[in-house]
Every structure is written in structure tokens, then in C-alpha cells.
């Protein structure tokens, strides 16, 4: 269960002088993500899907607002909300010189598993991901989705009740995209909490039990699919975004008649 | 802090880079092996090509010798046997098809008998490195032959020959070895500082700034383990390389100063083994400053080419107190102990040519390169506290 109350971040700028106004990447976040639900952060690229994201796994101190992860404050209990919690960034970012049942293992290990705790639970994710055919290569020249398989078992490699995932399906085929659609599904069901940030609306639309539309640091809108398409009055869930984002929705005039 | 997750970070970090040709190749072979044979090398075969061994016995090329059978009787009492000469003595030393020709000029047994200067000629190729150094060894012979001889030429006249000794000059060298084994005392601080930055190089830069390169830092920090643990556990693995490379080059310096003549080296300059493991020693506390130095500079900069290109400037800092102590005269005092590096250089040298270390000076050189060490810690878990860190 993921609860963000009225998060704010901001950085320094980049590239000009210390006086230059800061970048107000997420302004007002406020939402929750459910145990057993698939929840979609949907949101333009620069919209503060990834800042949302990063606070909620306390790689990045909120400057305002709280945010608890099944009951642990990011702030005061990082460690405590860091246990809870199976983080997914957007890169890969698996060792190339490990095979991927090292990689896994590895997390396994500083995650607190004993070493024959960490052996078996690295198995079983190498079953259950469909990762025996490259389990004891060497990562370098894996594609993306055997990348993206392995940097998932990692996340879960400690049985996290929360798993959150930053645009987990860049880069992949259809395929591998379907096969991670049912991984993530098949978790919902077992009563975890999936969050995941995604810039695919149709991607979206298929998986998520809750949608939350985020536009320029700000939660314009949030609620399942029915309630978004109803709540905007459109019929497919890219009008309600753009609907949501006070826009109007241009149809093209009809050619003929 | 849990100790467990330091020893995982440690032992990945370990196997991790051992499969990293270029990080085993400067930790195992560049700074241990290769660095001392290059440098050690070449002062051995220029130590070699430079000193006379008088015991030797050579053979020296000489035309006319008939002309001169005390000389040549002489010679031969200093392990020098003549052989007959080329034809053309210049054009054999020319052609480098002996390396001198001693010529006894026609009227030198004349020039004796009359007790004039006898006139002898010696051929060498002073661009030629053997030739040269045969020349010396005997021109120097010949030198004591002809002191010998002019003493008794004057005491045949009943003269004292010291009546033409104005002065009595003596050189008393207190270093005992010289310039050349000052030289070769600082080498080996030289040679196992620089082995040992060599050996956590790369290691400290891939688990730094290339897991950031990398991406595989952020989903690292998201894990449930304190920053300093992540620190430490790299700390660890550059330090396993720094000692490593530290105890290969301390062992092939051992092998390869086996192979020095031992009066080269002096009568105080010593690298047997109890020599060695005391200066390897001496340098333990600089394993941590070095591991330390290496992963703060190198998690501080922004990229893994920025990281080598800063520990690249760095790398001048093991080899500085080298050059300083060359130029300067700078005995180990009070104030350069607490300094990591340079009171290593200072006690490692004096260890090495056997001069009494003070207890004083070696605490203060530990107590100084650990606080220092520390410090650096410090400030590399301070900067993997900072969110900078993931930018």
C-alpha cells in the first residue's frame, strides 16, 4: 500500500547560475495505490512520474508533503519502508560481468536472505520469470527484456508486499510486454501492490486496475478506468487524458458527406 | 551497521572486477610485476654496464705485448690475459670487432730503460657502453702500475716519493652508499606506493562511478541498507586490490633485487626478506588511505572518464614525495610524520638503509595516514548520503 500526501520537489537549475529559479519537478502529489490493484501513474515524459517515484523509494527527500509505504514513512523510516518495498527503476541497471542468477542473488543477499535462503528464492524467481535459458550467462548482451526480467526478479527477490516499476515496458516487444503484463497481474492477485509509471496509454488501459493521470508535477485526475471515461464524458482513455489536462478534445472533421 | 552486507558488497565488487581484464591487468601484473622489472630493470643493467668487477677475468687485445712482458705480467696478476691484436687495431675497435686495442707504441722499452715517459695507446669506441668501461678497468690497472713504477724510480734516485705528494686528500662518504643507493632506497617506497594506487584504480573507479554510468546504483541505494554499508563494502573491495598489489610488488621487488651484486647495493642498503616485510609494513596504514582516497575522489566525480581523469592528475600525489626527496634534503622530522605518503617515503628509505627508526616517528606516521584514511571515509559516505549522487 503506497500513500503520497501533497509531495513537492524541486531542483536546483542546471547549467546556469546558483540564482536561477529552481525546477519545480513535482509541485502536489497526492494519491494511493492499493494492495491487490494494479495502479497506473500515467503522465506525459517531464511530468514527475519518475521524481514521484524516486521519493517514494526515499532515493530523493520530499521538500514537502509525506509519503508512507505500507505504514513506513520515507523520511523517518527509510530502512523500514526500503524492506517493504521492490523498486524497478527505469534503467535496467544489472551488472554485465555477473550472470543473471548472480545479479539476482546478489540483491538476495543485501536484501538480508542467508545465503541458502538467498539460493533458493534467486531459483524459484528464475522459474517463475522464465529466465532458465539465460540464468547462468553472463548479462553482457542480454535484450532488453531479458534485462528488464532480471532487474524484476531483483525487485522481488525479497518478497516485497510493494512493487513499484518506472516505465518497465520501454523497450520491449509485444511479447515480452504480454509476458510482463501477466507477471505483474498474477502478483496483483496474490494481494501485492503493483505501481507502475507509463507514458503508454493503451498500456495502461489493458493492466491497471486504478489509473492516476500526472500533468506538470500534479495529479490532474485519479480513478479506474469506467470512472475516468465517465468523469471526462470521452470513450477511450487518451481523450480522458486530454480532457483531464483541460485540453479539448479536436476530432478530425469527417471527410465526405 | 550490519557487517554481513560490507562482506557481500565486498566479495561481489572482488568477482565482479576480477573478470575485468583491465582492472586485473593493473592490479596484477602492471603495478606488481611489470612497473618494478621496467624500472628495477634498467637500473640494474645500468648499475651493471657501469661498475668494474677487477675480479673478472677478461681478455684484453694488445699489439706489441712482446715489447712490454712486465706489463703484461702485471695484467695478468689482475685477472686481465692478453691476446693478440688485430691487424688494424682502430678499424677493429671501429668495427666493433673488439671492444679496445692496447697498443705498446715501438720505443717503449727504450723510453723504460731511459726512465722517459713510455708511450702506450689505447684504442676505444667511447660511444660504445662496453668499450668504454673496458677502457677504464684498464686504464685504471695501468694507472696502479704506473704509480708503482714512478715510486721506484724515485727511490732508485733516493728520493722519498712522498716529497711530491702535496696533499693527502680524503673523501669520507658518511652515506655510505652513495648517491646511487640513496636512489635505490626510495625506489621501492616509489615502486610499491605507485603499485598499490595502480591496483585500486580501476576497481574503485567501476564500482563508483561506473555502477552510477552503469545505472545499477539507483536500484542499489533502494535496497534496505544503510549508505555507509554500501561505502564500506566497496572500501573493502579497493582495499583487497590495494594490498594485493601492495604484497605482489613487495615480493617481486624481493626477487628481482636478488639479481643486484650485492656490493652494488652498498654495505647499509638491504632488500633481503625481513627488509621487505618491514617496509611492507611500515606501509600498511597507507592500504586504507589509498582504498579510501581512491573511492571518495572517484564517487565525487560525475562520470568514469572524469573519475580517471582526476585520480590521473592524482596519481602524481604517491609520486611527488619521490621527487621532493630528491631535490630536497628532508630528514624524517617531527612535522612530516603525521603525512600519508611522504613519512612512508621517509621510513621506508631509512628502514631500508638500515637507520634507526623511532618509535615516535612511526605512531605518528600510522596515527596521521589512519585519521587521514577516515576522514576520507567520512567523506565518501557523506556523498553517497547526498542525493547528488544518483545525478
Redesign the interface.
Known amino acids: 500500500m503506497i500513500v503520497a500526501e501533497s509531495l513537492g520537489k524541486s531542483f536546483p537549475a542546471t547549467g546556469g547560475s546558483r540564482r536561477a529559479t529552481p525546477v519545480q519537478a513535482v509541485k502536489e502529489v497526492s494519491f494511493e495505490a492499493a494492495d491487490g490493484q494494479i495502479t497506473g501513474l500515467l503522465g506525459a515524459n517531464g511530468a514527475g512520474k519518475s521524481t514521484t517515484l524516486r521519493m517514494l523509494a526515499t532515493l530523493l527527500r520530499p521538500d514537502r508533503g509525506q509519503a508512507r509505504i505500507d505504514g513506513h514513512d520515507v523520511e523517518t523510516d527509510v530502512l523500514g519502508a526500503r524492506r517493504q518495498l521492490g523498486y524497478m527503476p527505469h534503467e535496467a541497471g544489472i551488472y554485465p560481468r555477473l550472470s543473471a542468477r548472480e545479479n539476482v542473488h546478489y540483491y538476495a543477499r543485501l536484501s538480508g536472505l542467508p545465503a541458502a535462503d538467498a539460493r533458493r528464492r534467486t531459483g524459484e524467481l528464475i522459474e517463475q520469470l522464465e529466465m532458465g535459458d539465460f540464468a547462468d550467462r553472463r548479462a553482457t548482451g542480454f535484450s532488453q527484456g531479458q534485462k528488464t526480467k532480471v532487474a524484476l526478479a531483483r525487485a522481488l527477490v525479497h518478497a516485497p508486499r510493494t512493487l513499484m516499476l518506472d516505465e518497465p515496458t520501454n523497450g520491449l516487444d509485444v511479447m515480452a510486454t504480454r509476458g510482463l503484463r501477466d507477471i505483474l497481474r498474477a502478483l496483483a492477485e496474490r494481494g501485492h501492490c503493483v505501481l507502475f509509471s507509463s507514458h503508454v496509454m493503451q498500456e495502461v488501459a489493458v493492466l491497471c486496475d486504478r489509473i492516476t493521470i500526472i500533468a506538470d508535477g500534479r495529479i490532474a485526475i485519479s480513478d479506474t478506468l469506467p470512472g475516468l471515461l465517465e468523469r471526462t464524458g470521452q470513450g477511450q482513455l487518451e481523450d480522458a487524458f486530454v480532457v483531464a489536462l483541460g485540453h479539448r478534445v479536436e476530432r478530425p472533421a469527417r471527410l465526405g458527406g | 551497521m550490519?557487517l554481513?552486507?560490507v562482506l557481500?558488497?565486498t566479495v561481489?565488487e572482488i568477482?565482479?572486477n576480477l573478470?575485468?581484464r583491465q582492472t586485473v591487468f593493473y592490479a596484477l601484473l602492471f603495478g606488481p610485476i611489470l612497473l618494478p622489472l621496467i624500472l628495477g630493470g634498467s637500473l640494474a643493467a645500468s648499475f651493471k654496464q657501469l661498475s668494474i668487477d677487477f675480479e673478472e677475468v677478461t681478455e684484453l687485445a694488445v699489439a706489441g705485448a712482446a715489447r712490454a712482458p712486465s706489463l703484461m705480467a702485471f695484467l695478468a696478476g689482475q685477472n686481465v690475459d692478453a691476446v693478440a691484436a688485430p691487424d688494424d687495431p682502430r678499424g677493429a675497435v671501429a668495427r666493433g670487432e673488439v671492444p679496445i686495442v692496447l697498443q705498446v707504441d715501438v720505443g717503449y722499452e727504450q723510453a723504460l730503460r731511459r726512465a722517459r715517459p713510455a708511450s702506450l695507446t689505447i684504442h676505444l669506441d667511447e660511444a660504445d657502453k662496453a668499450s668504454a668501461k673496458a677502457a677504464r678497468r684498464v686504464e685504471a690497472l695501468l694507472g696502479a702500475w704506473e704509480r708503482t713504477n714512478d715510486r721506484l724510480r724515485l727511490q732508485h734516485r733516493g728520493l722519498d716519493p712522498t716529497v711530491f705528494d702535496t696533499l693527502d686528500i680524503v673523501l669520507d662518504d658518511v652515506s655510505s652508499d652513495g648517491a646511487s643507493g640513496q636512489l635505490l632506497a626510495s625506489l621501492l617506497p616509489f615502486l610499491l606506493i605507485v603499485s598499490m594506487v595502480m591496483g585500486g584504480f580501476y576497481l574503485a573507479i567501476d564500482t563508483t562511478a561506473g555502477e552510477r554510468e552503469?545505472?545499477?546504483?539507483?536500484?542499489?541505494?533502494?535496497?534496505?541498507?544503510?549508505r555507509h554499508e554500501i561505502v564500506l563494502g566497496k572500501f573493502g573491495a579497493t582495499l583487497a586490490f590495494v594490498c594485493l598489489s601492495g604484497l605482489l610488488c613487495a615480493l617481486s621487488v624481493w626477487g628481482l633485487f636478488r639479481l643486484f651484486p650485492a656490493d652494488l647495493l652498498g654495505s647499509r642498503l638491504r632488500f633481503d626478506a625481513p627488509t621487505v616485510a618491514a617496509a611492507l609494513l611500515l606501509a600498511l596504514p597507507l592500504m586504507p588511505f589509498i582504498a579510501s582516497l581512491l573511492i571518495t575522489v572517484s564517487a565525487w566525480t560525475r562520470s568514469t572518464k572524469q573519475a580517471q581523469t582526476y585520480l590521473g592528475a592524482l596519481m602524481v600525489l604517491p609520486m611527488a614525495p619521490f621527487f621532493v626527496l630528491q631535490f630536497l634534503n628532508l630528514g624524517p622530522s617531527a612535522w612530516l610524520m603525521p603525512w600519508p605518503m611522504l613519512s612512508q617515503y621517509l621510513l621506508l628509505e631509512r628502514s631500508i638503509l638500515d637507520l634507526p627508526l623511532s618509535a615516535g616517528s612511526v605512531a605518528a606516521s600510522v596515527i596521521g595516514t589512519l585519521a587521514a584514511s577516515a576522514l576520507l571515509l567520512w567523506l565518501g559516505c557523506r556523498l553517497y548520503r547526498h542525493?547528488r549522487i544518483?545525478a
Open positions: 550490519n554481513r552486507s557481500v558488497i561481489k568477482v565482479d573478470r575485468d552503469r545505472h545499477s546504483l539507483e536500484p542499489l541505494l533502494g535496497l534496505p541498507l544503510a542525493e544518483l
